[in-house]
C-alpha cells in the first residue's frame, strides 16, 4: 500500500451534467467523493429530477461547501440555507436550490456516487 496517493478533479473518474451543473467524481480509500458545480438557477425539482425519476432527492448528503449558497427544504417542510465553510449532512427527501448569482461548490463525502442517476 502507497504511504500517499493524490488525485485531482481535472482527472475525475466520472463527470455527470445535468441542467445547470455537474458533477465530478474520484474514489479513493474506498470513498467515492464528488464535486458538484450548481449555477446560478440551478433547483433539483427542475434540474435533476426528471433524470433522478423521484418526487424528491432520495440521497443522503455529507457535504462541505466552498463556495455559493444552497437553500434546502426538507419533505416534511423543515429548512435551511448552507453556505461558504458549512459541512452539511442532508437526509434523503428534500429539494434544493442556488441562493444568488454565484455558483455553489459542494463536495460530497457520502451520497455522490448515487447522484443524478435514475433513482437517486
Do not use: Q
Not at 504511504?3 to 473518474?13: D, P, Q
Not at 432520495?58 to 434546502?72: D, K, P, S, W
Not at 448552507?82 to 455558483?103: K, N, Q, S, T, Y
Amino acid at each position: 500500500m502507497a504511504g500517499l496517493i493524490n488525485r485531482n478533479f481535472s482527472g475525475a473518474e466520472e463527470v455527470r451534467t445535468f441542467d445547470k451543473g455537474r458533477l465530478e467524481l474520484l474514489s479513493l480509500g474506498g470513498a467515492t467523493v464528488g464535486r458538484a458545480t450548481f449555477e446560478p438557477g440551478w433547483k433539483w425539482s427542475e434540474c435533476v429530477k426528471p433524470i433522478a425519476g423521484t418526487a424528491s432527492c432520495e440521497v443522503h448528503h455529507l457535504g462541505y461547501v466552498v463556495a455559493g449558497r444552497m437553500h434546502v427544504v426538507m419533505d416534511d417542510g423543515t429548512e435551511g440555507d448552507a453556505g461558504p465553510g458549512d459541512l452539511a449532512e442532508i437526509a434523503p427527501g428534500h429539494d434544493a436550490w442556488i441562493v444568488g448569482d454565484e455558483p455553489c461548490v459542494w463536495l460530497d463525502f457520502l451520497g455522490a456516487g448515487d447522484y443524478a442517476k435514475r433513482g437517486g
